[in-house]
T-cell receptor, first 112, second 114 residues
Framework: DTAVSQTPKYLVTQMGNDKSIKCEQN?????MYWYKQDSKKFLKIMFS???????INETVPNRFSPKSPDKAHLNLHINSLELGDSAVYFC???????????FGPGTRLLVL | QQQVKQSPQSLIVQKGGIPIINCAYE??????FPWYQQFPGKGPALLIA?????SEKKEGRFTISFNKSAKQFSLHIMDSQPGDSATYFC?????????????FGTGTRLKVLA
């Protein structure tokens, strides 16, 4: 199926650990995004990459480091996890110049 | 100025009713306004979207009304069904160099009673 996919779906970890979330899209898009949805369901953009280049970085702590090995993948590495990082993280993608974004199923991160 | 205000926070309607969700924005640089539907445990899925040069757009049972002068837009769901029970998010898009970011509203939890 053509889609935006994320792994893992669930992630439970201890405070202070380092973890990564992976995103892949097979829609042929060249722009990818990370959004964070907090416990109140508020969705906020974190990063955007276009052709592997960082375009948007929305005042996210530098413990969060996105990496785009190629146009189809955008990973999110989080160092020194904190309780406040518990949220659902969504990856999205779009064509450059097109405004419609397609979202993945989300990764539910719980930091204990 | 980059906020998108959404109301109501929650909404309960009877089957066949017409729920209306409203959004307002301040920044006139926004140039694309999508609505997303999110079911529990799933990612947001695009429902319908509108550009500011259009006052209304219909797709199936979903209609966006857009008032550029008031900087407001709304989603109407005609003949609502229990399967429409979900959280709805409006968003506004702005950007440059071909990359656009969405500013989302706070979401409306809709419940359609059978």
């Amino acid at each position: 199926d053509t889609a935006v996919s994320q792994t893992p779906k669930y992630l439970v970890t201890q405070m202070g650990n380092d973890k990564s979330i992976k995103c892949e899209q097979n829609l042929g898009h060249d722009t990818m995004y990370w959004y964070k949805q907090d416990s109140k369901k508020f969705l906020k953009i974190m990063f955007s990459y276009n052709n592997k280049e960082l375009i948007i970085n929305e005042t996210v702590p530098n413990r969060f480091s996105p990496k785009s090995p190629d146009k189809a993948h955008l990973n999110l590495h989080i160092n020194s996890l904190e309780l406040g990082d518990s949220a659902v993280y969504f990856c999205a993608s779009s064509h450059t110049g097109r405004k419609t974004q397609y979202f993945g199923p989300g990764t539910r991160l719980l930091v204990l | 100025q980059q906020q998108v205000k959404q109301s109501p926070q929650s909404l309960i309607v009877q089957k066949g009713g017409i729920p209306i969700i409203n959004c307002a924005y301040e920044n006139t640089a926004f140039d694309y306004f999508p609505w997303y539907q999110q079911f529990p445990g799933k990612g947001p899925a695009l429902l319908i979207a509108i550009r500011p040069d259009v006052s209304e757009k219909k797709e199936g049972r979903f209609t966006i009304s857009f008032n550029k002068s008031a900087k407001q837009f709304s989603l109407h769901i005609m003949d609502s069904q229990p399967g429409d029970s979900a959280t709805y998010f409006c968003a506004a898009s702005m950007g440059t160099s071909g990359t656009y970011k969405y500013i989302f509203g706070t979401g409306t939890r809709l419940k359609v009673l059978a």
